[in-house]
Nanobody, 118 residues
Framework: QVQLVESGGGLVQPGGSLRLSCAASGSIFKISSMAWYRQAPGNRRELVASISSGGSTNYEDSVKGRFTISRDNAKNTVYLQMNSLKPEDTAVYYC????????????WGQGTQVTVSS
């Protein structure tokens, strides 16, 4: 059974940095895209950043220039480097792996809390 295990969340002051990691355990094949989503209280889950199998990246407008997504295919791991954090970045962050083999399957991490506050 595939599980995604996240780490790296926590409390940081405005302007600070955090690095989130998400690693897959179990057998997972042909990961097409990896992504990070976030959900703040009362809000819908939104896409923060994604990276394709070929390395193409996509970012939500409010994080462009501040966040960087990367992946290590050999380790089935995705990272999110978050710099210049703002209070509005406060949310639970979820990683997502998508595989496309005949059918599309989405795997989700359990979520990690990121709180930006002074």
């Amino acid at each position: 059974q595939v599980q995604l295990v996240e780490s790296g969340g926590g409390l940081v002051q405005p302007g600070g940095s955090l690095r989130l990691s998400c690693a897959a355990s179990g057998s997972i094949f042909k990961i097409s895209s990896m992504a990070w989503y976030r959900q703040a209280p009362g809000n819908r889950r939104e896409l923060v950043a994604s990276i394709s199998s070929g390395g193409s990246t996509n970012y939500e407008d409010s994080v462009k220039g501040r966040f960087t997504i990367s992946r290590d295919n050999a380790k089935n791991t995705v990272y999110l480097q978050m710099n210049s954090l703002k209070p509005e970045d406060t949310a639970v962050y979820y990683c997502n792996f998508r595989t496309v083999v005949v059918v599309t399957i989405d795997y989700w991490g359990q979520g990690t809390q990121v709180t930006v506050s002074s």
